[in-house]
């Protein structure tokens, strides 16, 4: 038996009730008729039917697809939201009570989207509010574009399209429109939409078992707000193709579901389905609307992107594409308080969004001394041999760092590593000037600053500017092995004043502290100082390993339970020692073509 859904819920049958309790705490615009957990009705907390002048625009439904559609009732858009049980229509009763409670002598306007239950109870509640003296008037919106025209009475559902619907309702109703001519607006934007969704996996619904009837390799075209089955079941195809597809979809003219065509504007919504992160559903915009431009020829005048109508917990998204008039726009970039309709998104959009050019780089050092130099010196080839064999050993531990790191930290270890030394094997063939190691440091740094983020990359920058600092304190055209000593020695005492660790505290240090000392001490003695490297990489495999004993006292391992980390290395330390024992290698390697030299120089 599959197992319960997790939630973050009390009572299953509890859930649409305390949603809108939380709402109306949230936002105190809202409001909600004293009727639950029966009558279930979020509607103005500034409107009373008894003195509102101006058309009512009412809309609902299952709930589950929140913020739909209670997060878009505020001055502008809906008047009030009538809920339903997760996935149910909402009650007659229901209805009515929401359209007794904001509607005055100007009348109401119900959008309804296309679903049975829905038609039903939203067309007999209409029915009945005229009885009673009230002025109603209806507009279906049915935009799905997925499958194949009807041949029944069903027809398109409602999708993420009814919110723009809803948006042009509710500005029409703000600007003191009548009730036919809002009804009217409504229904003409409701025409000229169309959507269709797509999925990784199907909504769980709270108290019941999770559903796997995609599988771990498969995505659905076409599939509805509730779950029910799409228009065919396929591989996971990369964002590209599927936006590909969703527009060609859409605005596939064999089935006309939308009046667009060539040199038309139009409106982009792109909707994530719940468990959709943001960063995925910006990908998806961000390929929609250059295909929208180039490929059908059409001006992109808005872009929304956000969760709008959810489903639940579903992964996936929706994209509605709207022809797009003068007064579309205006009702669309009309003044709202509904909580959840996005900020930031009106005002024409220019045809193409050009970067803003980054500043100019003040540079302080000789630009004609930087540069590859078209003869190494020996100072230069064993610098360059160090640099390849570190950077290399650390492209080759990628996975291992990212698995280790996923246990203890955020998981991307090995990929931040791998990116700087990436940079530093392409820039090390052009741009470092390897006969002077100090300025080869500071780029080396730059290279790192560029490419890697996080607390890896200003930890390794401060690394070079300090070791950058220290040689060049010395001016001196050969770097002797005491050089590189306190250099390294130096960079540790930047690192630990800026990001607070030492010895013990499990990080990267670990391994660079007992390094330093090591060298320290053996040059100290008169240690042959290609010895002295070696013996002191020993020291810092030793100290990377002997953190698997350790509590994290610094960066995201502090936050793992201690039974985690004894059973894992710190990866930084573990990365810090592969580098400094692939350098001392091949300064070994190296040393060994030279005579009567210093090899660390």
Not at 118 to 138: C, S
Not at 140 to 146: K, L, S
Not at 513 to 528: F, H, N
Request: aromatic content about 4%; hydrophobic content about 40%.
């Amino acid at each position: 038996m599959a197992p319960l859904a997790k939630k973050f819920i009390n009572n299953p049958n509890d859930v649409v009730t305390e949603f809108i309790e939380g709402l109306v705490e949230t936002y105190p615009g809202l409001q909600y008729l004293d009727g639950l957990p029966e009558v279930k009705v979020v509607l103005r907390a500034d409107v009373s039917a008894a003195d509102y002048d101006k058309v009512a625009v009412i809309s609902g439904g299952g709930s589950g697809h929140e913020p739909a559609q209670a997060g878009y009732v505020g001055e502008g858009m809906l008047t009030a939201a009538i809920c339903g049980d997760v996935f149910a229509s909402p009650p007659v009763d229901s209805i009515l009570a929401g359209i007794r409670a904001v509607t005055g002598p100007m009348g109401c306007l119900l959008v309804v989207t296309n679903y049975t239950g829905d038609r039903l109870n939203f067309g007999l509640a209409a029915e009945l509010a005229k009885t009673e003296g009230f002025k109603v008037e209806t507009v279906i919106v049915g935009d799905d574009c997925a499958l194949p025209p009807p041949r029944g009475i069903a027809g398109r559902r409602g999708l993420a399209g009814t919110i723009l619907v809803h948006k042009v309702a509710g500005a029409a109703a703000a600007a003191g429109l009548s009730l036919e001519e809002v009804a009217a607006e409504a229904m003409h934007a409701s025409e000229m939409v169309g959507t269709m969704g797509v999925a990784l996996t199907v909504c769980s619904l709270p108290g019941q078992a999770t559903s796997d009837r995609l599988g771990p390799e498969k995505m659905e075209l076409g599939l509805g707000v509730h779950g029910e089955p799409g228009a065919a079941v396929v591989d996971i195809q990369p964002v590209d193709v599927v936006v590909s597809h969703v527009l060609q979809q859409i605005l596939s003219p064999e089935t006309n579901y939308v009046p667009i065509t060539r040199g038309n504007s139009v409106v982009l919504m792109v909707n994530g389905l719940g468990g959709t992160p943001l960063m995925e559903l910006m990908i998806a915009a961000g390929k929609a609307v250059p295909k929208l431009q180039l490929e059908f020829g059409l001006a992109v005048d808005r872009v929304y992107t956000g969760s709008f109508m959810s489903s639940l917990d579903m992964a996936g998204f929706s994209i509605s594409i709207m022809k797009a008039d003068q007064s579309i726009l205006e009702r669309l970039d009309s003044p709202t308080k509904a909580p959840s309709w996005p900020v930031g998104t009106d005002g024409n959009r220019p045809p193409a969004k050009i970067p803003v050019p980054l500043p100019p780089f003040q540079q302080n050092k000789n630009e004609e001394s930087l540069g590859r130099p078209q003869e190494l010196s020996q100072q230069g080839r064993i610098l360059e041999a160090a640099m390849e064999a570190a950077a290399t050993v650390v492209i080759s531990l990628k996975d291992s760092l990212n698995e280790w790191d996923g246990k203890v930290g955020d998981g991307d270890c090995g990929s931040t590593m791998c990116r700087g030394a990436t940079a530093i094997l392409e820039d090390m063939k052009n741009y470092y000037p390897l006969n002077d190691a100090a300025e080869t440091v500071n780029e080396i740094g730059s290279s790192i600053r560029r490419v890697m983020g996080g607390t890896s990359g200003i930890i390794y920058s401060l690394l070079c500017k300090a070791v950058y600092a220290e040689l060049k304190a010395n001016a001196q055209s050969e770097v002797t092995p005491k050089n590189w000593s306190d250099a390294l020695k130096s960079s540790i005492s930047a690192v630990s004043k800026y990001g607070g660790a030492s010895v013990g505290y499990r990080t990267m240090l670990d391994a660079l502290i007992p390094a330093s000392k090591v060298l320290e001490e053996k040059l100290s003695v008169g240690e042959d100082p290609v010895s002295a490297f070696v013996l002191s990489a020993e020291a810092a495999t030793a100290g990377a390993e002997s953190t698997i004993q350790m509590q994290a006292q610094a960066g995201r391992s502090s936050y793992v339970s201690a039974e985690i980390l004894a059973s894992i290395p710190d990866p930084g330390a573990m990365a810090a020692a592969a580098w400094y024992n692939a350098a001392a290698r091949a300064v070994k390697e190296q040393s060994q073509g030279f005579i009567n030299c210093d090899p660390i120089d």
